[in-house]
């Protein structure tokens, strides 16, 4: 890291940014952003971390490495590690499903290999190399998910992590407050297929033409999947069954064989199919993908289905929300067995100049979908929704839920309407 050592030798296991949940033995790293982390080196070290990164020129105390700015710092250190992994380096990008993707491929690979994946959605500058340090010495696989904010964010990822396998699962007008257009996004994921070494493999989405025209960025081997048979990898007879599993019949260049997903949403097929093309590509025989793809483990708040006490089916979505994945969990909904369907949204953040259009057209769907809709604090759902002005008003315009309902729970992050989906739980 170009640093100086102060203090005596000590040995670390993984990084932290985030004094609260530092685990002992972590290098404790202090950003300096709206607050500034060297404020709470001591509670770090207290919470048992033996080292920590400053930027300052008197250190606290313990053992610490001074460096001119923490944040390239620990991208350094995401550099040193990955020397050190062998070339089994997934990164996936995309407008949606990068993190379930991630989730997906990380169960397929763990039934070949030691495999080590970001957790959550730690998918930036600073939680790429949190994933990589966190990395067992002898792990042999690690999947990074890549989000972008901009031009050439993707291409700083891929400095650091050099992935020889990438994945990009679609590319959707999202974010575009960020991005300006839809072909600026394009241009930014596709940054990931343009880092891959000329031995390396690009998973590309047959199914979107922004994705399937990165092809002609790269000189890696392309691997196309989607729902056509004319792709690569591609998925046949998918049948959803009552709880939101899809169950279909996996062809692929080393075999075909029959799959059942454990993860919710027919919307996951898609991403089940990226994981496949991947895991195959890297050598995961056929019927291990499929095994891999039943146990994934998906991260929190993503098509959790519970049915509370009272009877009352409950969709808790609540991890994030764009018009596409606003969609996809509105299908889902219908497809549940129920006597009333309802959905609480929170809003769609990032959509730019053109989200007053896009939350209306996700009301007038779930309006088409005999859905009734209510909208918590976004006004842009417009006059076919009911309207609560924060989570506190939700259960009074719900009124009395009755056994065979079902509600859907989502929103973006800055929503945080798990509250909603816990309350109907408790």
């Known amino acids: 890291m170009g640093g100086?050592?102060?203090g005596p030798d000590v040995q670390i296991d993984g990084a932290s940014i985030d004094s609260r949940s530092v685990r002992p033995g972590q290098l404790f790293v202090p950003i300096v952003a709206e607050r500034d982390g060297h404020d709470f080196i001591l509670a770090a070290l207290d919470g048992g971390a033996t080292a920590y990164l400053t930027s300052r020129t008197d250190p606290v105390g313990g053992t610490a490495i001074r460096v001119a700015d923490t944040a390239l710092a620990l991208a350094d250190l995401g550099r040193a590690v990955r020397a050190r992994?062998?070339?089994?380096?997934?990164?996936?990008?995309?407008?949606?499903?990068?993190?379930?993707?991630?989730?997906?491929?990380?169960?397929?690979?763990?039934?070949?290999?030691?495999?080590?994946?970001?957790?959550?959605?730690?998918?930036?500058?600073?939680?790429l190399p949190i994933t990589l340090a966190a990395a067992a010495d002898d792990v042999e696989a690690v999947v990074l998910e890549m989000g972008a904010r901009g031009i050439g964010h993707i291409d700083l990822l891929c400095s650091i992590g050099s992935p020889t396998v990438g994945v990009i699962t679609r590319v959707e007008g999202v974010h575009l407050e960020l991005f300006g257009d839809i072909e600026s996004v394009a241009r930014a994921k596709g940054e990931?297929?343009?880092?891959?070494?000329?031995?390396?493999?690009?998973?590309?989405?047959?199914?979107?033409?922004?994705?399937a025209a990165m092809a002609d960025r790269t000189s890696a081997r392309v691997l196309r999947y989607g729902l056509s048979p004319d792709a690569d990898v591609y998925a046949s007879d998918i049948v959803m069954d009552d709880?939101?599993?899809?169950?279909?019949?996996?062809?692929?260049?080393?075999?075909?064989?029959?799959?059942?997903?454990?993860?919710?949403?027919?919307h996951q097929v898609p991403n089940a199919l990226a994981a496949a093309a991947a895991g195959g590509g890297l050598g995961v025989p056929v019927d291990d993908i499929a095994t891999g793809l039943l146990g994934a483990q998906l991260s929190g708040?993503?098509?959790?289905?519970?049915?509370?006490?009272?009877?009352v089916v409950v969709l808790n979505d609540a991890y994030n929300a764009?018009?596409?994945?606003?969609?996809?969990?509105?299908?889902?909904?219908?497809?549940?067995?129920?006597?009333r369907r309802v959905a609480v949204l929170g809003t769609?953040?990032?959509?730019?100049?053109?989200?007053?259009?896009q939350h209306e057209a996700i009301a007038l769907e779930a309006r088409d979908l005999g859905v009734e809709v209510i909208a918590v604090a976004e006004t842009g759902y417009g006059d076919t929704a009911r309207h609560v002005s924060d989570v506190d008003g939700v259960a009074a315009e719900l009124g009395a839920l009755e056994e065979g309902a079902a509600v859907l729970v989502k929103g973006s992050r800055v929503a945080a309407l798990e509250r909603v989906a816990q309350a109907l739980l408790d």
Request: charged residues 20%.
């Open 348 to 357: 769609m953040a990032e959509l730019g100049a053109d989200s007053p259009a």
């Open 301 to 311: 708040l993503r098509m959790e289905l519970a049915t509370s006490s009272r009877g």
């Open 243 to 266: 709880e939101l599993r899809a169950s279909f019949r996996l062809h692929t260049p080393w075999g075909s064989t029959d799959v059942r997903l454990g993860a919710r949403g027919e």
């Open 322 to 339: 764009n018009p596409t994945s606003m969609s996809a969990a509105l299908r889902s909904l219908v497809a549940l067995p129920a006597t």
């Open 85 to 127: 992994i062998p070339d089994r380096v997934v990164g996936i990008t995309g407008s949606v499903g990068k993190t379930s993707t991630k989730d997906l491929l990380a169960g397929v690979l763990s039934t070949t290999y030691r495999t080590a994946a970001s957790e959550k959605s730690f998918n930036n500058e600073l939680g």
């Open 192 to 211: 990931l297929v343009e880092s891959l070494p000329n031995d390396g493999i690009a998973v590309l989405n047959a199914d979107h033409r922004y994705v």
């Open 4 to 6: 100086e050592l102060l």
